[in-house]
Every structure is written in C-alpha cells, then in structure tokens.
C-alpha cells in the first residue's frame, strides 16, 4: 500500500471514529455500535471503500486493543473490589457460562440438532466481548457495584470460556468414536501460562513504572508492559486476555505508590478502538447472518435467555441486590472475536460440523454485536437508575 493511501485511510477512519463518538455523546447509541455500523457502511458489505490492504492491518490491531482492554479490566480485580463483590463475580460468571452451556446446547438438541454439534455451539455461546463491554462502561460513566461487577465478570468469564470449551471437545471427540486433540493440558497451559506470566510482568511493573513521574506510569511505560505482555502471549501460545488481565489486576494491588495506575493506558486506548472496532465492522460479512436458518435463530433466542437466567440464578446465589438481579444477562449479551476464534478451532477440530459452525457462529456474532452494547447500556443506566430511586417495597 503507497503511504499517502495508508494516511489518507487513517485520517479518514479516526473522523468517523470522531462522529460516531460525538453521535454516541449526544444520543443513547453505544458508540462500539455506531462504530461497527460505519465499518460496515464502508466495508465490504456496503461500499467496499476501504483498500484491501486495511485486512492486514486488523490482527495486530486486535491484539492491541484487547490486551489493553484486559490490562484495563485488570484493574477492577483489585483486592478492594474482590472483598466487596468477589464473591457476586464469581458466583455469576460461573452460573452464565454453565448455564448458558446447558441451555443452548439442550435447546439446539430438542430442536433436532446433532447432539455434539449442539454442545459445541452451546460453549462458543460462552464468548463475550470484553473490549464492547468495557468501552459501554465507560461511555455510560456509571460508578456504581453493578458496573463494577460487571467489569469483573467480563475480565474472568474467558478463562471458564476456555476450559469449558476444552473439556466440551473432549467429550465430542468422545460422542463421535474418537478423541479430540489437545484437551485439559492445552487448556491448563493457555490459562495457567498466562496467569504466570502476567505476574512476571506485572509484579517488576508494579515496583518499577511510576517512578520517573511521581504517581503514574509513563505512556512508554505502560505501552512497554501492554506490548510485551501481548508479544509474549503470542509467542508462548498462552491467551493475551489472560495474560493481561493479570498483569493489570497485579500491578494495581501491589502498586502502592501509583494514584492513577491505568491513567495513561485509558488515553492512548481510544484510537486503537476506534480503528478496531471499524474494521471489525468492515469485514464483518453481513450477507452470513441469511445463512444461519432454523439454528441460528435457535442460538440467538436460547443465548439471550440463557444468559438472564444465568445471571440471575447467579446474582441469587452470590446474594447481589435484587434490582440488580435481572441485567446481568443482558449486560453480557456482545459477542465478538474470541467466540470466532473457539469456532474455528471447533471447525478444524470437527470437520463434519464445520461448516454450519461457522456460519452460525459469524451470522449471529453480527447481530450480537450490534444490539449486545446497546444492551449492556441499558442494563446499565437501568441499575443505576433503580439504585439511586430504590423501588417501593
């Protein structure tokens, strides 16, 4: 690609990031949504504007962005809030993956679905998109325990995601005659690797960053930690989200001298979102979402209840407010590159299935992520709404 066209391309994509921010400002649109539509208007499944070089580009930006998203979510396990609420993160994170499990995947098997194609999509239902997730959060400038709940949901509900999807393999590869490679060590090496290697990064970062300016890391700083963490991800072959997850959730418990710890990741974080989220819409192929037939409609009636009653049943047990009890769900409803990613694994795993896998899994992650945000938003002035007027009893 000729370098006035590389320019002329990001100037034009960080304008329209400008206008969807500003229209997200002024209306009660998410801004992730209004973001993936303009990718889409200009992409390839509207004018096809953009030079096909930009594909290249969405890799890289994808790592960034969401190494910087989990570092960020990192922040909400700190041991205040885990005192507070961990009990509530746990106990819904949980109860929305096996629930969400159980649900779609029976619900896919009643409607006449093979029973392991039905349990593998019933876990790659379990993918969330925490980059969405967070940058709602954000947008809604909610403070209260729901938004931080829910943040601390979103940073560990991948890791279940994982596992759950590694022992579901196993137990299709079981159901179809055979075994199904990798299994509970791949799992145990991409959680556990990254979960170690967070704190090698992190437990250096939390006495070292801050120190050149008194308070808060440096932007080289905390580029420095975000990119190393996400490059030796890659390199170990262990998750990225995990990885920087941990990271953050490191630094900002034992970084006693850092008053703003994350200060500096929220500023540069925005641009690499825009980019991200406009071409994530730009290669989104919206002609898949006619392809998922009877099944997909299925997957997306059965994930939304599973997720309520998920969240529910698990903000029941964990005790959280009852004006709380009926948005977690909702407020997880965006799906994005993680659930893509599972099913292609599932795909190259099971071949027989592979080809409804995916059209299934990408026509219904269009749809998840353009009325997920707008849910979660939702789900989030609702709660705050309700909390600061508590209903009558």
């Given at each position: 690609?000729e370098?006035?066209?590389i320019?002329?391309?990001?100037?034009?994509?960080?304008?329209?990031?400008l206008?969807?921010?500003?229209?997200?400002?002024?209306?009660?649109?998410p801004?992730?949504?209004?973001?993936?539509?303009?990718?889409?208007a200009?992409?390839?499944?509207?004018?096809d504007?953009?030079?096909?070089?930009?594909?290249y580009?969405?890799?890289?930006?994808?790592?960034?962005?969401?190494?910087?998203?989990?570092?960020l979510?990192?922040?909400?396990l700190?041991?205040?809030?885990?005192?507070?609420?961990?009990?509530?993160?746990?106990?819904?994170?949980?109860?929305?993956?096996?629930?969400?499990?159980?649900?779609?995947?029976a619900?896919?098997?009643?409607?006449?679905?093979?029973?392991g194609?039905?349990?593998?999509?019933?876990?790659?239902?379990?993918?969330?998109?925490?980059?969405?997730?967070?940058?709602?959060?954000?947008?809604?400038?909610?403070?209260?325990?729901?938004?931080?709940?829910?943040?601390?949901?979103?940073?560990?509900?991948d890791?279940?995601?994982?596992?759950?999807?590694?022992?579901?393999?196993?137990?299709?590869?079981?159901?179809?005659?055979?075994?199904?490679?990798?299994?509970?060590?791949?799992?145990?090496?991409?959680?556990?690797?990254?979960v170690?290697?967070?704190?090698?990064?992190?437990?250096?970062?939390?006495?070292?960053t801050?120190?050149?300016?008194?308070?808060e890391?440096?932007?080289?700083?905390?580029?420095?930690v975000?990119?190393?963490?996400?490059?030796?991800?890659?390199?170990?072959?262990?998750?990225?989200?995990?990885?920087?997850?941990?990271?953050?959730?490191?630094?900002?418990?034992?970084?006693?001298?850092?008053?703003?710890a994350?200060?500096?990741?929220?500023?540069i974080?925005?641009?690499?979102?825009?980019?991200?989220?406009?071409?994530?819409?730009?290669?989104?192929?919206?002609?898949?979402?006619?392809?998922?037939?009877?099944?997909g409609?299925?997957y997306?009636?059965?994930r939304?209840?599973?997720?309520?009653?998920?969240?529910?049943?698990?903000a029941?047990?964990?005790?959280?407010?009852?004006?709380?009890?009926?948005?977690?769900?909702?407020?997880?409803?965006?799906?994005?590159?993680?659930?893509?990613?599972?099913?292609?694994?599932?795909a190259?795993?099971?071949?027989?299935?592979?080809?409804?896998i995916?059209?299934?899994?990408?026509?219904?992650?269009?749809?998840?992520?353009?009325?997920?945000?707008?849910?979660?938003?939702?789900?989030l002035r609702?709660?705050?709404?309700?909390?600061?007027?508590?209903?009558?009893?």
């Amino acid at each position: 690609m000729e370098l006035q066209v590389i320019f002329l391309t990001l100037g034009a994509l960080f304008l329209i990031g400008l206008i969807a921010d500003q229209v997200g400002r002024r209306t009660r649109l998410p801004r992730v949504t209004l973001l993936l539509l303009c990718g889409i208007a200009v992409g390839r499944s509207g004018l096809d504007l953009l030079p096909t070089e930009t594909s290249y580009w969405y890799e890289f930006l994808t790592i960034a962005a969401l190494t910087m998203v989990a570092f960020l979510l990192g922040s909400s396990l700190s041991m205040k809030n885990l005192r507070k609420h961990g009990a509530m993160i746990m106990a819904i994170s949980l109860a929305v993956v096996i629930v969400t499990i159980a649900v779609v995947g029976a619900g896919l098997w009643a409607i006449g679905i093979d029973p392991g194609l039905a349990l593998l999509l019933g876990v790659i239902a379990t993918a969330t998109d925490p980059a969405a997730t967070q940058d709602v959060i954000r947008q809604a400038k909610v403070r209260g325990s729901f938004a931080k709940t829910l943040a601390g949901i979103v940073a560990i509900d991948d890791a279940w995601g994982v596992l759950a999807f590694s022992l579901i393999l196993i137990l299709v590869g079981v159901l179809n005659g055979g075994e199904a490679n990798g299994g509970l060590l791949d799992a145990a090496w991409e959680i556990g690797g990254a979960v170690a290697l967070g704190c090698v990064l992190g437990w250096p970062g939390a006495y070292l960053t801050g120190r050149l300016a008194k308070g808060e890391p440096l932007q080289t700083e905390a580029l420095g930690v975000v990119f190393l963490c996400a490059g030796l991800s890659l390199w170990l072959d262990v998750s990225f989200l995990i990885a920087g997850m941990t990271a953050g959730a490191v630094i900002v418990n034992f970084a006693s001298h850092h008053s703003r710890a994350f200060h500096e990741i929220e500023h540069i974080q925005w641009p690499f979102m825009i980019l991200f989220f406009i071409l994530a819409g730009a290669l989104l192929d919206v002609s898949s979402l006619g392809k998922v037939g009877l099944i997909g409609f299925g997957y997306v009636f059965l994930r939304i209840i599973s997720r309520i009653i998920g969240g529910w049943i698990g903000a029941v047990i964990s005790g959280a407010p009852r004006v709380h009890r009926p948005w977690f769900g909702m407020a997880l409803l965006p799906q994005a590159g993680v659930a893509v990613g599972i099913a292609m694994i599932a795909a190259e795993e099971f071949p027989v299935y592979s080809e409804t896998i995916l059209a299934v899994t990408i026509g219904t992650t269009v749809l998840f992520e353009l009325i997920g945000p707008a849910a979660t938003l939702i789900a989030l002035r609702k709660t705050a709404a309700m909390t600061r007027r508590p209903p009558r009893s």
